[in-house]
């Protein structure tokens, strides 16, 4: 079966940089777009970025304010998220998330179109 699996949260200082990642099994990965969503305590799930099937276009979203990068390694069915200059409002569960898409189909931040999700990864800035 499909499996997403995220590493890299933790307890991190503010000010300092963290990567996470997210290894997919079970899936063609490079017919997938994969994205990041964050859901802080008690609110939505926020989209955070997201990237195309190839790699070739991403979407940043706005909520981390400039501070996000989102890569894939096809090669690795492997999904990352470079965030810098944390705060403790970037406080959440990070999740990322699989969709299925054809070559030229535009980017998308609406959850419902994400068919497969991680159990997510609690990243935690400390005010």
């Known amino acids: 079966q499909v499996q997403l699996v995220e590493t890299g949260g933790g307890l991190v200082q503010a000010g300092s940089p963290l990567r996470l990642s997210c290894v997919a099994s079970?899936?063609?990965?490079?017919?997938?777009?994969m994205a990041w969503f964050r859901q802080g305590p008690g609110e939505v799930r926020d989209f955070v970025a997201a990237v195309s099937r190839g790699g070739g276009n991403n979407d940043d979203g706005d909520s981390v304010g400039g501070r996000v990068t989102v890569s894939r390694d096809n090669d690795r069915k492997t999904v990352y998220l470079q965030m810098t200059d944390l705060k403790p409002e970037d406080t959440a569960v990070y999740f990322c998330a699989a969709r299925h898409t054809i070559l030229t189909a535009p980017m998308t931040r609406d959850t419902r179109d994400y068919a497969y999700w991680g159990q997510g990864t609690q990243v935690t800035i400390p005010s």
């Open positions: 079970g899936l063609t990965f490079s017919r997938y777009a």
